[in-house]
């Protein structure tokens, strides 16, 4: 099975690639902010250890978390965002871990993960290929502060800030999907990224058959970290 890690920084285009993907490629995609969504439900020990972490004050009445409240926390103070990634990220890593094993007992092929904080949580090392989207930290701001009205320009600053830099990105990704101008110009980019992967269905049938060659992929992974990347124009 081949797994591509997608990633890039906050608002850079992920959302926007995967469902692309998921609706006009009819391929799996497993988000990692949807899973994140899920392990921190009412009732989950991950929402318990947030609330011996962070307090009372991160919940809503309802008992649910309340997501505004601990992004102010957490997004303004390194060392608490720190805390919380260490309680959540197992959570995640093992809810997407068992929905990786359960496309490759269905025999699936390829499997995307969306995964914002792919390089900084090491989830690469799971991946065969990754790709990052870059965007300027302009079109980027521009973005983010249109899609969340609600938060301050200083709150969109501070979560921009909170992540590894497109540049940092681009140096460990195989791939680079420039978002930079209009989505049905980054859709192109991703048909021609489709079709770059495609060849190595190869391997993914030979992964199917024999474990092995699945391992000497996620080996192959490493090594092609040190190779030239490629940029998808
Ligand atoms: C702090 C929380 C409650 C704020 O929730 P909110 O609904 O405002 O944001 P949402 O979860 O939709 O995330 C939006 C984007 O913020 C960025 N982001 C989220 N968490 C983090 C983090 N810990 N560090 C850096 N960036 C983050 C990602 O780019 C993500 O796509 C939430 O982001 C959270 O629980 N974060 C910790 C889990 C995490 O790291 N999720 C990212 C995927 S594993
Ligand atoms: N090429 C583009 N042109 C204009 N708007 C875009 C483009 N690409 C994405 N957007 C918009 O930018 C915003 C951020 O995109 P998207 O949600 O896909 O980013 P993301 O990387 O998934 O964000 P997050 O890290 O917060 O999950 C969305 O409102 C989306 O519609």
Redesign the pocket.
């Known amino acids: 099975m081949l797994i591509i890690g997608l990633t890039g ?3 850079s285009g ?2 926007t690639v995967s469902n692309y993907i998921k609706k006009q490629h009819n391929l799996p995609v497993i988000d ?2 949807v ?3 899920r392990v ?1 439900e009412p009732g989950t020990p991950c929402l318990k250890k947030i609330v011996r972490e962070f307090g009372t004050e991160v919940l809503k009445n309802d008992g649910s ?1 309340n ?2 409240a ?2 102010r ?3 303004g103070d390194e060392q608490k ?1 720190l805390r ?2 260490s309680i ?2 197992p959570a ?1 890593r093992k809810e997407m871990l068992k929905e990786l094993w359960r496309y490759y007992i269905r025999g699936t092929g390829i499997v995307f993960l969306d ?3 792919l390089f ?2 090491r989830m690469h090392l799971l991946c065969t290929t990754t790709v990052t989207i870059v965007c300027s930290p302009m079109n980027v701001k521009r973005r983010l502060m249109a899609r ?1 009205p609600e938060l301050s320009e200083k709150e969109v600053e501070q ?1 921009i800030h ?2 590894m830099s497109s540049q940092e990105k681009t140096q460990l990704t195989d791939f680079v999907l420039e978002n930079e101008s209009d989505v049905l110009s980054l859709y192109a980019r991703v048909d021609r990224l489709l079709f770059r992967l495609h060849p190595s269905t190869f391997g993914t049938f030979l992964a199917l058959l024999c474990p092995f060659v699945q391992l000497f992929l996620v080996v192959y992974s490493f090594v092609r970290q040190y190779c030239k990347k490629e940029r998808i124009y």
């Open positions: 920084t906050i608002a992920k959302s990692a902010d899973v994140a969504h921190v978390l997501r505004p601990l992004g926390i957490i997004f965002r919380l990634n959540v990220h995640v995964v914002p904080l900084e949580a969340n979560r909170s992540q």
